[in-house]
């Protein structure tokens, strides 16, 4: 099967998938839970390419997750907030944090004064 043709699938974890299922989108969604709103700001705090971006912010308004609010006329500029859809999110997220924080944890080198963990 196609990614494309996910949206049409019978099971709900392939569509939901088909909306959030790249590695940028869940950190786009990620990063406005945590008040980060403007195109400038997520391509800066990801950074990730501009064209890239506007994809991925095109189709979480298309799919309802986020709405576009102009905050700015000229030249125009959207605030990119959350719906009550992609509020809904949060549990998905916080779910994948406990699990990365588990079985993903990152060992610091250890530092004058530091010690590694066993």
């Given at each position: ?58 189709k979480l308004v298309a799919a309802g997750v986020l709405e576009k609010k ?27 944090r406990v699990w990365g924080r588990e079985y993903l944890s990152i060992r ?11």
């Open positions: 099967m196609k990614w494309d043709q996910l949206s049409d699938d019978w099971c709900p974890v392939a569509r939901a998938t088909s909306i959030v299922g790249d590695r940028w989108t869940l950190l786009i969604v990620r990063d406005c839970f945590l008040g980060v709103s403007k195109f400038d700001d997520l391509q800066k705090n990801l950074g990730i390419t501009r064209h890239v971006l506007a994809q991925r912010l095109k102009e905050y700015q006329t000229r030249p125009v500029r959207y605030d990119y907030v959350l719906t009550e859809r992609g509020r809904q999110l949060g549990p998905v997220l916080e779910a994948l610091r080198q250890a530092g004058i004064g530091d010690t590694i963990p066993e």
